[in-house]
């Protein structure tokens, strides 16, 4: 029985020399058409993040803010006194400029206070309380709506 060489030693035939000029452009294409499918997704995805940062905490001050009010029967002068009160553990950061001491804060009407007698007004309230907040951050959103009217 003869042996088998290991190398070939025949040319390879027309058909099994490798990829030809068509297949690889075609492979080209459906990598570029994938690439460009994916990248436009992927380059708003921490800005995206950080907006869905925002709505949470902006909703977690505003429901904070209400059951401040809930309990206590007005709103608080400063977002330091829902820490103090042990609503919240820390005033949350502004995800946007990257601060806790952005944030724009909406107090009472100071004239429904004026209308109102002194006996109503709680001892431990002195000025008009913090009824909503927004952010701070200058700029728009993805969708095209203003950060500090959020």
């Known amino acids: 029985m003869p042996r088998r ?3 070939r030693l025949i040319p390879p035939r027309r058909g099994e020399r ?3 000029l068509i ?3 075609v492979a080209v294409a459906i990598i570029g058409i994938i690439a460009g499918i994916l990248v436009p997704n992927l380059i708003n995805r921490p800005k995206r993040a950080k907006e869905a940062v925002l709505k949470h905490n902006l909703a977690t001050l505003r429901d904070v803010l209400d059951q401040f009010y809930g309990d206590k029967g007005h709103y608080p002068e400063t977002l330091e006194a829902l820490v103090e009160q042990g609503y919240l553990r820390t005033i949350p950061l502004d995800p946007i400029t990257g601060s806790r001491e952005t944030w724009q804060l909406v107090y009472e009407d100071e004239e429904s206070e004026e209308g109102a007698a002194e006996t109503d007004k709680p001892e431990d309230s002195a000025g008009p309380g913090i009824i ?6 200058t700029g728009n959103s993805l969708d095209g709506t203003p950060y500090n009217e959020w």
């Open 132 to 137: 909503d907040v927004h952010s701070g951050a």
């Open 23 to 25: 297949e690889l452009i």
């Open 18 to 20: 490798g990829f030809t």
């Open 5 to 7: 060489p290991i190398l």
